[in-house]
DNA sequence: CTGAAAGCGCTTACAG
DNA sequence: CTGAAAGCGCTTACAG
């Protein structure tokens, strides 16, 4: 009892734990190759209706399950996806994560998560993941970096590879969301209300998605102005950095965009630790939604994204979609929420 | 160059664009065998260094990686544990995906994440993850339903299955914390600030989790005095409605211990739409740090336990323990962060 | 309508 | 010191 483990050892037949399809095949007195097909319903059979019964009943007694890898051999398809993201932590990367489940389990796939940092590493991790043909796909949520890029170009020579979040590059393809569209509506907002200093809290300087959230903060500004631009990182502490830098520059934004939630967060720390009252003195929105937004003091107004349904699409596109698909998902559109973060300025 | 994709494809020897075991032993000039017998470091070898040499060269310039549904098949042993966890986005869960990355990566092997609602839903899911020789172990972070336990009881039939973060089962092994002892030392905190009136807002009821925090709140209160606990759920809605049941109540707390930094976040936004002051007139700690709590306002006081080192050693014991493993990790020991959340009550 | 056989890419006793 | 061969559990042309 402690080692009911089951693990499939014996040799022809299976008399391990783990029955096989030689064991269904021998209760149903049948061959193999005919429960095979019977159990992967091969249309071209036309079995008598009492064979397939036995067959049937046969692989349920024995809770048969067919062995992932054998198929896997045999098939030359691993039937599980790869996700790289480089923080698990993130909320964001939480929703892109949970959308492509949701895409795998209703195909009957499973997910292989790993760290970007970790492939990057050069120990043999890449190859583990990407070389080994444990996968069918990789997607692929940067940070921003070279090696992102890098990496995922060289993971599409092996294997269909999937940006997420991010532009095509010219080897790999892409699913990403309307950030810009996100961000202009995110400073409309702002300017409705009657801002004009309105500062941008980017993250990763250079990074692609940095870079398209900062052209809808300057499309909706209409300015190339710097003075309100600050770019470090995607955590909570580079937010808290940042907006502590765009304070001490002394051009006194009376509103932030920070481009994602978590930035936001840190940003409104750093404000109220300056005794700044938020909205009163500053309004704070920010890109994405999450519990965290809801339950910040004061709530965030955010833009919505539907991150879950671009993980969910990037699973079906990467394995359904041979060449270099492109993706920008636009349904539904970027959405407001307006909670307590942001009112008119001062006066 | 669109279509790289390298499938091994291919009768005897892979044409296909993967390499091979046999195409670096035609290369080189030996066998397969031997190439696999050195490829793997096989000790009982005494191969000339010069073909020894021959073979890692063949295997480097072909880029040979092996295949791993192979090796699987072959070893019995799938290279991979699966994760189970109830929602991606709460940090604590992210910390010990993390950890357990962090183990699985630096022995060579592979994580398989998991949703457990999905496994429960009665679909193929359970018997895709469980069932088809992916996984060598199987770790499952309950959310505290029943399904969890059972779940994971009907896995370690199959495969070697480790709950986390939660008491052991009489059929499945378990790695938790010193839960306890983390309650009690927020309590004690909270008791040395002057406080008496303090409440506790639990998880979900029942669960193994939120049984074992109030346990230590009850031990450093000395009182089974229910009118101060509330549990519900462990989402940070949870939390806040909660909160909200406390202060319905009119027993008027001084302070609160969440059961974890979620609720707690929760809870400080119920506490703040109500005008109360925090700390001046109520303090809040909570169980778990996490990038939230630093950048929470007020910063949140919490109780750090070793989630990163659970998740590694979680990887361990799941692979190397062959029993029935049971471990409450006290090292390093719950360790009180005192940050603006608390002080000592008005008067 | 069903079976026997080959083969997916490895590893490992067993010979030599 | 190295090779030939069996076999892990499947799927699928190919016979009959």
Redesign the pocket.
């Known amino acids: 009892m402690a080692d009911g483990r089951g693990s499939?050892?014996?040799?022809?037949?299976?008399r391990?734990s783990?029955p096989?399809?030689?064991d269904v095949a021998r209760r149903a007195?049948?061959?193999?190759?005919?429960?095979?097909?019977i159990?992967?319903g091969?249309s071209t059979?036309?079995?008598?209706a009492e064979?397939?019964e036995q067959v049937l009943a046969a692989a349920r007694e024995l809770n048969?399950?067919?062995?992932g890898a054998?198929?896997a051999?045999?098939?030359?398809r691993a039937g599980a996806v790869g996700l790289v993201v480089h923080d698990v932590s993130n909320p964001i990367h939480a929703e892109i994560i949970e959308g492509a489940q949701e895409a795998l389990a209703s195909s009957g796939q499973v997910l292989l998560l790993a760290n970007a940092r970790e492939l990057a590493d050069g120990g043999r991790a890449f190859d583990r993941l990407v070389g080994e043909g444990r996968i069918d796909g990789l997607l692929w949520q940067g940070g921003g970096f070279d090696f992102d890029t890098a990496l995922a170009a060289r993971a599409s020579r092996t294997l269909p590879t999937l940006l997420v979040n991010s532009r095509p590059l010219a080897e790999v393809g892409s699913v990403r969301l309307q950030d810009e569209q996100a961000a202009e509506c995110a400073v409309e907002h702002l300017r409705e209300l009657g801002h004009e200093r309105i500062g941008f809290l980017g993250g990763r300087p250079g990074s692609d998605l940095s870079e398209r959230r900062k052209a809808g903060y300057r499309t909706a500004m209409g300015t190339e102005d710097e003075a309100f631009v600050v770019e470090q990182e995607w955590d909570a502490t580079a937010g808290y950095a940042a907006m502590g830098e765009l304070l001490a520059r002394g051009t006194q934004p009376t509103a932030v965009l920070a481009a994602n939630i978590v930035l936001g967060t840190g940003a409104l720390a750093a404000a109220r630790e300056r005794g700044i009252r938020v909205p009163e003195e500053l309004s704070v929105v920010t890109i994405h939604d999450a519990w965290s937004a809801a339950h910040a003091w004061p709530p965030l107004t955010t833009v919505r994204l539907p991150l879950r349904a671009m993980g969910r699409r990037a699973v079906e596109l990467v394995l359904d979609e041979p060449g270099r698909p492109e993706l920008v998902l636009a349904d539904p559109p970027p959405e407001l929420l307006v909670r307590a973060s942001t009112a008119p300025p001062a006066d």
């Not at 499939?8 to 299976?14: F, H, I, L, V, Y």
């Not at 059979?45 to 008598?48: A, D, E, G, P, S």
């Not at 051999?73 to 030359?76: D, K, N, Q």
């Open positions: 499939r050892t014996g040799t022809s037949g299976g391990g783990t096989g399809l030689a007195g049948v061959s193999v190759g005919l429960v095979s097909r159990l992967n091969d059979l036309r079995t008598r064979t397939r048969y399950v067919p062995h054998a198929r051999l045999r098939l030359a």
